[in-house]
């Protein structure tokens, strides 16, 4: 059978995806890790089915690279808006459906900004953080990023007594640049490796930022790949609303896959 795709990328954080509006991709974790695959497949952290949904422009169905059926992914969800809108679903702004729920989000030229999910509490354990965004992240202020370790240190608080036994965690490092800017690096769950950026685990770690250091919104983020914004409402301590991921997603080509033996 063949396979047709688009591949996407939001600050380096890439996504092959499938419009599946007649839902007859053969989702099978086996076929998307080997898709995924960078170098027997098409390469790409995770991959994205666009479906049809009940009163909302598209669902987005998001998959780990390791093939799994992942949690939310902020940059994966800026690169379905901007697919769905060059698939002609929406104009300007669009409300769609994905696993963590209702998502809003708004295409400007460059940019698209994805409004994320509220945020009920942080965890705090000394210099660490651990809050979902839709996904669960573990957050680490560090003082010299680029010296960081980031996948051996980030599969062990990834594998570890704490978090390994509850499904892991994505894990990301943290600098502070200056007053309202970060530096993030993250190792991610089920690509298990550094990717260039992770869109909740960036939203995390602003969000983190203002708990512990009152940094204000709009957060600037940046990442391996690129910088990100983070716009949020704070109220109590560790509950935000209102949350906004920031940044481009740009289509980068489009083919054909063919998968024998399936
Ligand atoms: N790259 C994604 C995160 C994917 C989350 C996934 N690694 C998991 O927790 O299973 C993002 O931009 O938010």
């Known amino acids: 059978m063949t396979i047709t795709f688009s591949k996407y990328q939001g600050t380096g954080n890439d996504f092959i995806m499938i419009d599946d509006r007649t839902e007859q991709f053969p989702v ?28 909302y422009d598209f669902r987005m169905v998001y998959f780990n690279a390791d093939g799994g059926e992942g949690s939310m992914c902020g940059n994966g969800g800026r690169c379905t808006v901007r697919f769905a809108q060059d698939l002609g679903l ?39 953080d ?8 573990f957050v680490t202020f560090v003082n010299d990023i ?40 993250t190792y991610e769950r089920g690509v298990e490796d550094e990717t260039y ?30 910088n990100l914004r983070v716009s949020f409402a704070a109220h109590e301590p560790g509950k935000f609303d209102s949350i906004y991921l920031i940044g481009p997603a740009i289509k980068v080509f489009e083919g054909v896959f063919k998968v024998d033996d399936l």
């Open 197 to 226: 950026s992770c869109g909740t685990g960036v939203t995390a770690c602003a969000l983190s930022a203002h708990d512990r250091l009152q940094m204000e919104s709009p957060i600037n983020v940046k990442t391996r790949g690129g």
């Open 90 to 128: 929406f104009e300007e702004s669009t409300t769609f459906i994905a696993v963590d729920g209702e998502h809003k989000a708004v295409a400007c030229e460059e940019e698209i900004f994805l409004n994320m999910s509220d945020v009920s509490g942080i965890q705090h354990d000394g210099n660490n």
């Open 130 to 137: 651990f809050l979902n965004t839709g996904s669960p992240h």
């Open 28 to 55: 099978d974790k086996n076929l998307i890790a080997f898709l995924c695959h960078r170098r027997f497949g098409i390469g790409a952290d995770g991959l994205i089915l666009l479906r049809n949904a009940e009163n």
């Open 146 to 185: 680029e010296s960081v370790e980031v996948v051996n240190e980030g599969k062990n608080i990834r594998y570890g007594d704490v978090y390994g036994p509850i499904g892991g965690t994505n894990v990301n490092f943290v600098e502070v640049l200056n007053n309202d800017s970060l530096y993030v690096r």
